[in-house]
């Protein structure tokens, strides 16, 4: 049951989401690069987003724009290799959901939107400020002012309200992994301390060692599960899922999808709400604004979700409270 508002609702009719991924350009048409790390079924709302940005922007694609979309299907070890192939169509500006270090060290000419980042752009000097990004990059971040330790505190406290007796958390994801993995492990790990949880962490380099880190987390007595974010983990939750069903532990997770396939709860900012503020950007940048010079943007809008039907498979009773503050509860 969906409660949020979608954005850009009334106008997204007039949007064509049948045609195929890889769209062909129209001559004379200045090229939209769109590169996103999961696969296509799972991320079409992002890619709708980018489009009702564009649109609200005045851009109609077609018209005023082509679109060329790369999906990395999960495998993020693709997007350096992508990002190289969309810059052989001289796009006028690349839109990329993750890996904006990646992408831009790959094709440093061309204009680039980063959407939902989860990590600090200027710490990680991709850009020289947030006011100023200066260069060829500009975006958007996942995270409002606190960074992760402040997503990690909000999702911790929502989850302690449905699993009342957590006293140790595991996380499951990639190591080494990006900047993301190692900012969730470290904000997870000063959180869970002032919780008066115990923290643990399972690194896993590939999904092959799933089994290894749940049969891990088993013998440690792990109450309850943290899963990454990370694309390695987040997009292949086909592969994750079976692992929780199997321990009997609640679980949760960043992003909306993780809650749809099967996790508890979910709570992060709204990735569709990210790359609608992307399309906005990609439409300033083809109307003749330098990215350098458009600030990096916090995220303002978040999405709470439970799932209603893991909650009564683990016997769970969802307190009214959290009910009413959910954005979605899935059945």
């Given at each position: 049951?969906?409660?949020?508002?979608?954005?850009?609702?009334?106008?997204?009719?007039?949007?064509?989401?049948?045609?195929?991924?890889?769209?062909?350009?129209?001559?004379?048409?200045?090229?939209?690069?769109?590169?996103?790390?999961?696969?296509?079924?799972?991320?079409?709302?992002?890619?709708?987003?980018?489009?009702?940005?564009?649109?609200?922007?005045?851009?109609?694609?077609?018209?005023?724009?082509?679109?060329?979309?790369r999906?990395?299907?999960?495998?993020?070890?693709?997007?350096?290799?992508?990002?190289?192939?969309?810059?052989?169509?001289?796009?006028?500006?690349?839109v990329?959901?993750?890996?904006?270090?990646?992408?831009?060290?790959?094709?440093?000419?061309?204009?680039?939107v980063?959407?939902?980042?989860?990590?600090?752009?200027?710490?990680?000097?991709?850009?020289?400020?947030?006011?100023?990004?200066?260069?060829?990059?500009?975006?958007?971040?996942?995270?409002?002012?606190?960074?992760?330790?402040?997503?990690?505190?909000?999702r911790?406290?929502?989850?302690k309200?449905?699993?009342?007796?957590?006293?140790?958390?595991g996380?499951?994801?990639?190591?080494?992994?990006?900047?993301?993995?190692?900012?969730?492990?470290?904000?997870?790990?000063?959180?869970?301390?002032?919780?008066?949880?115990?923290?643990?962490?399972?690194?896993?380099?590939?999904?092959?060692?799933?089994?290894?880190?749940?049969?891990?987390?088993?013998r440690?007595?792990?109450?309850?599960?943290?899963?990454?974010?990370?694309?390695?983990?987040?997009?292949?939750?086909?592969?994750?899922?079976?692992?929780?069903?199997?321990?009997?532990?609640?679980?949760?997770?960043?992003?909306?999808e993780?809650?749809?396939?099967?996790?508890l709860?979910?709570?992060?900012?709204?990735?569709?709400?990210?790359?609608?503020?992307?399309?906005?950007?990609?439409?300033k940048?083809?109307?003749?604004?330098?990215?350098?010079?458009?600030?990096?943007?916090?995220?303002?809008?978040?999405?709470?979700?439970?799932?209603?039907?893991?909650?009564?498979?683990?016997?769970?009773?969802v307190?009214?409270?959290?009910?009413?503050?959910?954005?979605?509860?899935?059945?």
């Amino acid at each position: 049951m969906r409660r949020r508002d979608l954005i850009g609702l009334a106008g997204i009719g007039a949007l064509n989401f049948a045609r195929p991924a890889h769209a062909q350009t129209k001559a004379n048409l200045p090229v939209v690069g769109l590169l996103l790390p999961g696969r296509e079924d799972v991320v079409k709302d992002r890619l709708a987003g980018v489009r009702i940005g564009l649109q609200q922007a005045g851009f109609i694609e077609g018209k005023n724009y082509s679109i060329i979309v790369r999906f990395a299907n999960g495998d993020v070890t693709r997007m350096a290799a992508l990002a190289k192939e969309l810059g052989k169509f001289k796009p006028a500006v690349v839109v990329v959901g993750t890996f904006a270090a990646t992408t831009h060290k790959v094709i440093p000419d061309i204009p680039v939107v980063f959407t939902s980042f989860a990590a600090d752009p200027v710490a990680m000097g991709i850009v020289e400020s947030w006011s100023h990004p200066g260069g060829t990059i500009t975006g958007n971040v996942m995270n409002a002012v606190g960074g992760e330790e402040t997503m990690a505190q909000k999702r911790l406290g929502l989850f302690k309200q449905l699993v009342p007796g957590l006293t140790r958390l595991g996380m499951i994801g990639p190591e080494p992994g990006s900047p993301l993995a190692a900012s969730e492990r470290d904000a997870l790990r000063k959180m869970c301390a002032q919780f008066g949880f115990d923290f643990r962490n399972y690194g896993v380099v590939g999904l092959d060692d799933l089994e290894g880190a749940f049969a891990s987390a088993r013998r440690d007595d792990v109450d309850a599960f943290f899963i990454s974010g990370e694309p390695l983990t987040s997009t292949n939750m086909s592969r994750v899922i079976p692992f929780i069903a199997t321990s009997e532990k609640p679980s949760f997770g960043p992003y909306l999808e993780m809650a749809q396939a099967g996790l508890l709860m979910s709570y992060s900012s709204d990735l569709s709400d990210g790359f609608r503020h992307a399309g906005l950007y990609a439409a300033k940048i083809l109307g003749g604004a330098k990215p350098g010079d458009l600030p990096i943007e916090q995220a303002s809008k978040f999405t709470f979700a439970i799932n209603i039907k893991t909650a009564r498979a683990l016997g769970i009773s969802v307190p009214p409270t959290l009910l009413a503050l959910a954005d979605e509860m899935i059945e």
